[in-house]
């Protein structure tokens, strides 16, 4: 979660000054929490003393987005001298491109340590549960072995990635997502099989395109 001091810090870099910095800092300043645990055989609860909110913004917050999306803004250009990151949203993905695999190697371990640096300035941390690395490579050419980590912490090779609904193996073939798409449409098309006989046509045609279509149009 974002540290509302360094937040409150790239809001005023990006130019937001006066009034509009100063409701920013009233949103996300004096905010307290404190936990409540319900104990069954006392039948009450055990609260926690109050403590102030220091990090994230508020659930529901309508500019929450957008905040994140300026937190994150400057990581692309510390990276993006031998890498190409692609951020949309919260999915941040670095690709790296070599001839020769001792660079290749050296490409990722240096910007590796930059973005690790970048984490902990931000008070923030990587999640290796969530996170992976895929070596694309053609069907003859098959991957070498590869280790990324951390103090002690690896990133998971994965023989696919799923980028924007489509999904990718190492070998950039359309079978993993193909796969996916089928097993979805027979999911709809037994839906819209056992609703035809109580629902209209055109009712069946917005169904398919809830269910299915403007998920998976490319």
Not at 17 to 38: E, H, M, P, V, W
Request: proline share 2%; with cysteine.
């Amino acid at each position: 979660m974002c540290d509302h001091d360094i937040l409150l810090s790239k809001l005023k870099f990006f130019g937001i000054s006066d009034k509009d910095f100063q409701l920013y800092q009233s949103s996300l300043g004096n905010r307290y929490c404190r936990t409540a645990i319900y104990n069954d055989s006392e039948n009450s609860n055990k609260v926690s003393n109050w403590s102030k909110v220091r990090h994230g913004v508020p659930q529901g917050f309508f500019v929450g987005p957008e905040l994140f999306l300026l937190y994150i803004n400057d990581l692309p250009k510390i990276i993006n001298k031998t890498s190409a990151p692609i951020i949309f949203a919260d999915d941040t993905s670095i690709l790296f491109a070599h001839s020769n695999q001792i660079d290749f190697n050296k490409n990722i371990y240096i910007v590796f340590i930059t973005l690790n640096k970048w984490l902990r300035g931000n008070q923030l941390s990587l999640n290796f549960n969530k996170t992976n690395y895929v070596h694309f490579t053609t069907k003859r050419n098959m991957s070498v072995n590869l280790k990324i980590c951390s103090n002690n912490n690896f990133i998971t090779n994965s023989c696919y990635t799923k980028f924007l609904e489509v999904t990718m193996n190492n070998t950039l073939c359309w079978n993993d997502h193909i796969d996916l798409i089928m097993k979805k449409l027979s999911k709809v098309c037994c839906k819209i099989r056992n609703a035809k006989i109580y629902m209209s046509v055109s009712s069946l045609k917005v169904s398919y395109y809830a269910f299915f279509s403007l998920s998976y149009e490319l």
